[in-house]
Every structure is written in C-alpha cells, then in structure tokens.
C-alpha cells in the first residue's frame, strides 16, 4: 500500500500548489504574463545582480593554491591542485565551474577576490541588508540602492508605469525595496521547501517526541529527505534555472527591464561541504549552470550585459568541527557579461598568513563591494557619478571606482 | 533582550495568555498584557459580544434568507416562461454568487480573528460557533452559504455575556441551525399540518441537541427520549416566503416562526419529566431544563477543557468547570472565567496543536499580515482557499460534531508537510522585511535550539519559515 500513499500525497500536494498558485494575493508581487515594457530609449545595456544567500565559500570557489598557507587550512576541504581550473599560477577555480573558466578565458568574466560590504558582523540577515541597502550598518535605510537608482535610470515615468527594474523570485528583495515602482515575476508553482530548509526543520523536529516522528515519516514517503539528495539538487538546481530562463527572457525583450535582481538560497555550509564532491559542489554547479543558461538564453543582449554575483560575507578561512566553514568576512564576487572587460582578477591578495587574516580568522577586505556597485551603475548603466556619490551610496567615498571593469 | 528563565512561569504567562487562550501573539502585544496575564483575558469577557469591525457590514440572516426566497418565486416564474435550460442557467449564476458571497465570509471571518484586539474573545466565538456546528450544502440548505456567518454572530457572539440557556435557545431558534438540522421540515405527525400533508417527525436537531449540544452521548437519555423532544420542537421553523393568501403569517420573513399547524399535540416527557402542551414554550421549557442538566454542565465542561487545556481530558479541570457551570447556573462569563484561572494551563504543562486554522491566523498574526500591510484584502481571500487545501475552511464540518482539536487529527505526517511548505510559502512572499530572532522573542518563550536555529538561517525568510514551521509555533 505504500505505492497508494505516495500517490495520495502527491495529489494534495498538486492540490495545495494549484490552489496556492491561482490566488492573486500570493503572487501579489508578481506581474501578469501580458506585462509589456515601453522601450528604454539608449538602454540597451541590461545589468543582472545575483545574490548568492547564506555566504558562499569564496576560497573554495576560487582557490588561492598559490598561498602557501591554503592547504594547511583548508585540510579535508582542499580541492587538489590538479583538479582546479587555472586562472593564472595563483588562482584557480573549483572545477565545477567550468562554464565560468570558459568565459574568463574568452575574457568575459572577472574575478574579484578578498572583497566585502562595510559589514563586519556576522549575521546573515544584517550583512544581506548591508550589502541590499549600500550604507554602512543594517536596516538603516527602507530603500535598497537599485531601488534608489530607478528614477536616475530616467524611463520610469515614461514606461507605461511599468519599471525598468525587475525582481525575479518569489519576493522582491531588499535591494530593490523603496518608493520607487519595481516589477516582478515569480514562479507560479509553489516551491518546495529548500533542501537546506527541510534540514534544520528535521533538526527542531527531532526535539519534538510527537511532530517529530511523523515528520520524518512524511520525508520519507516525500523522498524529500538527503535520502535522495542528486533528486533534491536537481530540483534546486531546476527552479534556480526557471529564474534565470525567465530573466532572459524579460532582458532579451528589447522592451524589457534594464535591470534584473535573482536570488540563489543554499549557500551556508557549516557542515560537510565537500571538496570535489558534495554540498557545495551542487550548488556551484547549479550557479555555473544558471549563468551558462543566462548567457544563452540572452543571445545578442548579452553583449550589453553585466552580471554581478555577490554575497553577503565570506566564511572562515580553516574548516570547522563539522567538516565545513562558518561564517567570515571577505570573499568573492564575480562580474561577468559581453560588456565587461574580463579575463583578469581584480583585488589585492591580503595572503592567508595567520597575522594577515581578519580578527585571526577570516580573510581580509581589500576591496569594499560598493566600489564594484558603483563602478557598474557609472561604466556600464551610464549613471552619473554626482548621484551614486550622493543618493544611491552616500559615505561611500573611500570606495573608489575601479578603473578598467566594464 | 531580556533573558527569560524559562522555569520562571511569571515569564511565561504573557505567552500562554497570548498563544495558549488567545490567537497567537502579534508582535508587540506581549508588552500590554504581561502586566496582567489573567486581567488581560478576563478583561475581554467585558465586550465579547461586539462585533469586529471587518464583520460590521454583513448583512443579517433574515435578509439573506428574504433575497433567497425572492429568488426561488423567479426561479419558479422562470420555469414557467423560459423552461428547463433558462433555469439551469439562472441557477448556475445563483450558485456562483453563492459561493463568492460564502468566501467573502470566510475571508472576512479570517480576517476579524488576525486583526481581534481581543483574541480569547474570538477563540471562545469560534469554541462555540464549533460546539452549535452548522455546515454548508447545496439544494433547499444552499442559503446556508449566506447565513452561516451571520448565524455565528446573531446567534453565538451576541449571547457570550449571557448564560448558557439563552445562548442554547438562540442557537436552537436560529433559522441556520433549524434548516441545518432539517426541523424546518420537522412536522407532528398528528398536528393537522402533518395529517394533512402526510408530514411527520425528522429527530436530526432533537438528537443532536442531546448528543452534540447539551447532555452528551452518555448523558443517560433514551431514543424516547429524542423522540419526545422531535415532537415538543416541531412547528419550530423559518418563514423562508410568504404562505400566500391565509393572512395569518405570524413573524416576519426570513425569521423563526413557530408554526402552530405544524406542531405535535399533547403532553411529553423528557428524561422522566412531562411537559405540558403549551405551543412554542413546551420546546422551550424543555431546552431550558436539558440547558441545567448536570449532564450538560460535564459535557460542556469536557469539550472546554480538551479545548483550552488538553487532548486527553484532565478530571480535575473538568471538575472546576463543571462545578462552575453548575453554582453559576450556566453563566458564561463565569464559565470563561474559571478557564481564565485554572492552574493546571499555567503551570504550562500542557499543549494542543494548532488546527490549520489556528496556525493560519497564529502566522498572520505574528506577521503582521494585514489589509494595510499588504495592501490587499485578497491576502485573507488566499488564506481561506488555503484552509480549504487543508480541509479546514470554516462551517464546511462534515457532521453536525464539528471539527475535532485533537492532534491525531490533525497532525499527519503529510498535513505536516504541508503546514510547513504553507508556511514556507507565505514567509518567502511576505518575510522578508521581519528580522526572525526579534519576532522570536514576541511571541515565544525562549528556546536555545531554536533561537540557534534563527541565527544560522541563511536568510531572513529561511529564518522566519523556521520559527513559524518549528515545533513551538505548532503547539499552543
């Protein structure tokens, strides 16, 4: 009979998702299929902001096999040196990333290393609102800076009311919160709890004699569990890919946003990250993927297009107790698109040596993130420096901008 | 933030007050009521009766129940001009409006219990509004759709201040019960209205008066019982449209209307007592009676009990209330107040889980969702399709027993997937602007693993799914 419950649980589920999906207000952020854009006059370049949300690994992500302090620190978390896709005889990034090796070689992608947000706490939620609202501390603005930057942008007002900025994803994030009219578009499926998410349910569950034996019942039967874990990667790395299928979609339009925000969820490794294999590989294939995807789904737009992958913080330079990293302070950003000046990596290495690390434990800033927000709105957006100086990044002075980016 | 111990009860009432005999805490409330925990509860049993403000423009039964009558004289014209298929079609229109008025109801219900100033005061309405069930169908009953609510309001809300015989012969008079349970159709088998139309005796509301309502079903009475009762309540029933031609339509339309014709002659007995025959008041004599029976006061205070403390009825509570419900001769206020004061809830070592309903409104509640914020009414339009998913939407009970509040039932391992992929949902859509550990400390006493668990949440939103899909927002 197990075959007849499966069954059963499926069709309530199909039932829950169709009648979550056909309410207005559920999707009330979201914009009709029929949205059209009134052409952006001059703007052809399209500019795409990924948020990676729970910090992702830079160190695993582009590794510095060239420091020699790497492999002392990283033990069991190493990737091997053979296996990593060389960018120079530094640098090298996590062989699942292939596609983005392949457009740093065709000099459509920079690397941009040691870099972090004014932040320098580390909670998820404060340093994501750091980096979304572009001042110095948490939650003291309502408005995020893309969202600040859409009447510079100039079309609004003659755009039919619809927005030259666009969040794709389930909610619009804090970076394009504010006064200014932002579109969105979501998925109309309801989508299943993130793997992450189900397993630290499963753990608060544990604790509970009465929920927590039925809820693994339920996991069971829903091969929601780790059990199935290539099924549950697909499915993440699946619904990452229908936003960056759809964001193609609204940019390539040459009535389209200007400017699309993304989110990817999943990226707090705490524990067992893997090196060649495991939780962060999928997840970094999922990225890779989603960005190979975009850049085809673009076609010619891409040409015209920036791509910036930030998140909030980077994580510890030595693995933890639990055969993964906890959270840090410097990482990774990535730039990327038809209209970047790729091909090279962009930071001064703060090098690994225990007395070189931030607070003894976390890799140092070199660059503050707002000098890459800046320089993309000035170089590629053609905003105008006065502005960004003054409304979208105020107190931002010691952030230059970086010549030679876009 | 203060740290609470949390084997200090005192730091726990305000959450107990606010989660266990309320709706759920919104943030903020906290601050008002830990002063007074109990004070802020029985403060409340001073205004039970008014009407929230979202459910201050519906219009009451009895107009409902005239437009319906209106309806079904052009339903018959319409026979009579247009035939079969004008009639079809008409009557798909009527029951499409129908059923959007029945959603505006319970989306307008949803959204007086999210908003409730006084949320113990909306719990008890909805504690009643489940012991006296009505449950929407189709065919002659298809009105209900539009009076079920008015029926809660009317009926229940507005007898809370009073006593539990008042409250019974509302419930019991009330055009909704009376088409729910059929006595409108109930005749005397040998009242002329009954020879003549070859009518007779339909027990349903008589059994269930006995059963659900007041004794209980081993409250020691006998299918002679029930059947004496049939008969001292038959007449008992709604004047859905003009009789035509008589002049002698006692009552207004769209209200009760005893139906003198209709009623059974002669004395009956009712748990060895015999009432005379006296029209409309034989019935009533009789409720009043079974109103402070003993035995009612244990039922009632069984169902109070397992509803406010726990699944498995504790005696020594149920004791306290029914002795209560016994000094005080039924009052209500006195009932609710006793549950207000018993230890054995704030010693907190009892829990229920949250129906789908309870957790719906529990996280709009802690998410502030309201007309303003969201700046929608369709939010509460959503929530009460969701309550459909979970087989939860209010007055669609499928007996007159109501809904049970026993964890077993609602707590299977696929309901719980889907309370959880619920709550994930909202929070992605609606979360992002609530910072996880500071709600925490609103609306649940403290809790190391979970405050761990909001701290390393990767995300806002992952954090806000997390407090409101663990386990101590599941159980009140």
Not at chain 2, 51 to 61: G, I, K, V, Y
Not at chain 2, 126 to 151: C, D, E, M, Q
Not at chain 2, 189 to 212: C, H, I, K, Q, Y
Request: glycine fraction near 8%; hydrophobic fraction near 40%.
């Amino acid at each position: 009979m197990a075959k007849h419950k499966q069954s059963s649980i499926d069709h309530q589920r199909r039932r829950l998702v169709s009648s979550l999906a056909v309410t207005p207000a559920l999707g009330l952020f979201s914009s009709l299929p029929g949205l059209s854009f009134a052409a952006v006059d001059g703007g052809e370049q399209r500019f795409v902001l990924v948020i990676l949300r729970g910090a992702m690994d830079g160190l695993a992500a582009v590794a510095p096999y060239g420091d020699s302090e790497l492999a002392g620190l990283r033990g069991s978390l190493l990737t091997a040196e053979s296996e990593l896709l060389k960018l120079d005889s530094f640098f090298g990034l996590h062989p699942a990333l292939e596609n983005l090796h392949e457009m740093y070689q065709s000099s459509q992608a920079i690397i941009c290393h040691a870099v972090a947000s004014p932040y320098r706490e580390r909670s998820h939620f404060d340093g994501q609102n750091v980096l979304e609202i572009g001042l110095e501390q948490a939650d003291q603005s309502e408005s995020g800076w893309l969202n600040r930057c859409v009447p510079l942008l100039g079309k609004a007002g003659e755009n039919n009311g619809s927005s030259p900025a666009m969040a794709i994803g389930q909610a619009v994030p804090d970076v394009l919160q504010g006064e200014s009219e932002v579109a969105s578009w979501a998925p109309a499926i309801m989508p299943e709890p993130s793997v992450s998410t189900m397993q630290r349910l499963q753990q608060l569950y544990a604790q509970d004699a009465f929920l927590g034996v039925r809820l693994e019942q339920a996991l069971m039967a829903n091969q929601l569990a780790g059990r199935n874990e290539m099924m549950a990667n697909r499915r993440q790395g699946q619904s990452f890919g229908v936003l960056v299928d759809a964001a193609a979609a609204f940019l390539a339009d040459a009535s389209g946003p200007s400017i699309a925000v993304l989110e990817s969820n999943g990226w707090d490794t705490h524990a067992n990250q893997g090196a060649s294999q495991g939780q962060l590989v999928g997840k970094f294939r999922e990225l890779d993927r989603g960005l190979a995807r975009l850049k085809s789904g673009l076609e010619e737009t891409w040409n015209n297009t920036a791509v910036l992958v930030v998140t909030e913080f980077g994580r510890t330079v030595a693995v933890n107790g639990t055969q993964g990293t906890d959270h840090g302070t410097a990482g990774v950003a990535l730039l990327l698109g038809g209209s970047v000046k790729g091909g090279s990596i962009h930071g001064q290495w703060p090098g690994l040596a225990s007395a070189n690390l931030y607070q003894g434990r976390d890799l140092a800033p070199t660059t503050d993130m707002r000098s890459l927000f800046k320089t993309v709105l000035r170089d590629h957006l053609q905003l105008p420096q006065a502005n960004i100086e003054s409304e979208l990044f105020p107190d931002s002075a010691d952030a230059a901008f970086i010549a030679n980016l876009v | 933030m203060a740290a609470a111990n949390t084997s200090d009860l005192s730091e726990r009432a305000g959450y107990i007050a606010g989660n266990h005999f309320g709706l759920g805490l919104r943030p903020g409330e906290l601050r008002y009521i830990n002063s007074d925990p109990r004070g802020w509860l029985k403060s409340q049993l001073d205004n039970i009766e008014s009407l929230p403000e979202s459910l201050q423009a519906l219009p009451d039964s009895s107009s409902a129940l005239i437009a319906d009558g209106n309806w079904r004289r052009e339903r018959r014209d319409l026979m009579q001009q247009g035939g079969q298929a004008a009639v079809m079609e008409a009557q798909r229109d009527k029951n499409l409006t129908d059923n959007k008025i029945f959603q505006q109801h319970t989306s307008l219900r949803l959204q007086a219990a999210v908003d409730s100033r006084q949320a113990f005061a909306e719990r008890l309405l909805r504690f009643w509004s489940n012991h006296f069930t009505v449950a929407v169908s189709g065919g002659t009953k298809a009105v209900l759709r539009r009076i079920a609510l008015p029926y809660e309001n009317e009926a229940i809300r507005s007898k809370l201040g009073g006593d539990f015989e008042s409250l019974l012969l509302s419930v019991e008079q009330h055009p909704a019960m009376l088409i729910y349970l059929d006595n409108d159709l109930s005749f005397g088998p040998n009242s002329p209205a009954g020879r003549r139309r070859e009518r007779g005796l339909n027990e349903n509301l008589a059994r269930e008066v006995l059963e659900l309502h007041t004794l209980g079903v081993d409250g020691g009475y006998t299918q002679a019982d029930v059947t004496s009762l049939a008969k001292m309540i038959t007449g008992w029933t709604v004047m859905r449209q003009e009789l035509g031609g008589r002049g002698r339509n006692p009552g207004k339309l769209g209200e009760f209307r005893f139906l003198a014709p209709a009623h059974e002659p002669g004395q009956h007995s009712l748990l060895g007592k015999d009432y005379r025959a006296n029209g409309v008041r034989q019935g009533e004599a009789a409720l009043v009676d079974v109103a402070h029976h003993p035995a009612t006061a244990r039922h009632v205070a069984t169902r109070l009990v397992s509803h406010f403390v726990a699944d498995t009825p504790l005696v020594s509570a149920i004791d306290k209330i029914a002795t209560v419900f016994m000094e005080s001769e039924g009052s209500l206020p006195a009932l609710h107040a006793a549950l207000v004061d018993l230890d054995e809830i704030w010693q907190g070592e009892y829990r229920k889980l949250k129906t789908p309903e309870e957790l719906i409104i529990s996280t709009a509640r802690a998410m502030n969702l309201n007309t303003q914020n969201v700046g929608s009414t369709q939010v509460f339009n959503a929530m009460s399709n969701t309550l459909r998913v979970f087989n939860h939407l209010p007055f669609t009970a499928t007996s007159p027993a109501g809904w049970p509040d026993e964890a077993e039932h609602w707590g299977s391992p696929d309901a719980l997937v889907k309370r959880i992929e619920w709550v994930n949902q909202i929070t992605q859509n609606f979360g992002n602007r609530i910072n996880p550990e500071q709600l925490a400390a609103e609306i649940l006493p403290e809790n190391e693993s979970l405050q761990l668990a909001l701290r390393r949440a990767e995300s806002r939103s992952q954090g806000l799914a997390l407090l409101l899909a663990s386990p101590d927002f599941q159980w009140r």
